[in-house]
T-cell receptor
Framework: DAGVIQSPRHEVTEMGQEVTLRCKPI?????LFWYRQTMMRGLELLIY????????DSGMPEDRFSAKMPNASFSTLKIQPSEPRDSAVYFC????????????FGSGTRLTVV | AQTVTQSQPEMSVQEAETVTLSCTYD???????LFWYKQPPSRQMILVIRQEAYKQQNATENRFSVNFQKAAKSFSLKISDSQLGDTAMYFCAFMKHANTGTASKLTFGTGTRLQVTL
């Protein structure tokens, strides 16, 4: 299995531009999570899906952030417009119907907004 | 809400020695899951070990073991025979049990940076 695949690995963009981060979960996993990691705030859950349905988006910082999961094998996290304070590492993770399993994480996207 | 506390921001250990990383958590739940994740400089988050709260036996994975004290809400990680490749950030994490059995939110601690030296 290829694991959780995120793209791009690095993204540098100018303030005000739209940014789209992509994630392909492990085949057969039915839960998908988006986390953000910063030095100041650590690892924060932004949103998660179960069977492609958003379950909890209370961690999404504001309306500039949106996430979709159109099918079981693909999810996007979009920031529009981007701001310098959005600079962080964004992780996608997936899991299946066994809570004791925990998550498998992707390698993350480092976003820099200048 | 659950909180996870890692009180050791940084630790250092010599190769082949043993080190213990501390983690405490606060919850009113009786059934939950605890995890340790490792984040090396590559930034990949790697699951090290997991523990189910209803199991009294401490989990073990090769050189990694935990000391789970449910009453004290403590979940420490012991690394035996430390290796240079163990150098990483280590995160303790908590997941509340859901009756549906599906995975839910992982709440992470702030991490402990472990340096293994020669």
């Amino acid at each position: 299995d290829a694991g959780v695949i995120q793209s791009p690995r690095h993204e540098v963009t100018e303030m005000g531009q739209e940014v789209t981060l992509r994630c392909k979960p492990i085949s057969g996993h039915n839960s998908l999570f988006w986390y953000r990691q910063t030095m100041m705030r650590g690892l924060e859950l932004l949103i998660y899906f179960n069977n492609n349905v958003p379950i909890d988006d209370s961690g999404m910082p504001e309306d500039r952030f949106s996430a979709k999961m159109p099918n079981a094998s693909f999810s996007t996290l979009k920031i529009q417009p981007s701001e310098p304070r959005d600079s962080a590492v964004y992780f996608c993770a997936s899991s299946w119907d066994r809570q004791w399993y925990g998550y498998t994480f992707g390698s993350g996207t480092r976003l820099t907004v200048v | 809400a659950q909180t996870v506390t890692q009180s050791q921001p940084e630790m250092s250990v010599q190769e082949a020695e043993t080190v213990t990383l501390s983690c405490t958590y606060d919850t009113s739940e009786n059934n939950y899951y605890l995890f340790w994740y490792k984040q090396p400089p590559s930034r990949q988050m790697i699951l090290v070990i997991r523990q189910e709260a209803y199991k009294q036996q401490n989990a073990t994975e090769n050189r990694f073991s935990v000391n789970f004290q449910k009453a004290a809400k403590s979940f420490s990680l012991k690394i035996s025979d430390s290796q240079l490749g163990d150098t990483a950030m280590y995160f303790c994490a908590f997941m509340k049990h859901a009756n549906t059995g599906t995975a839910s939110k992982l709440t992470f601690g702030t991490g402990t940076r472990l340096q293994v030296t020669l």
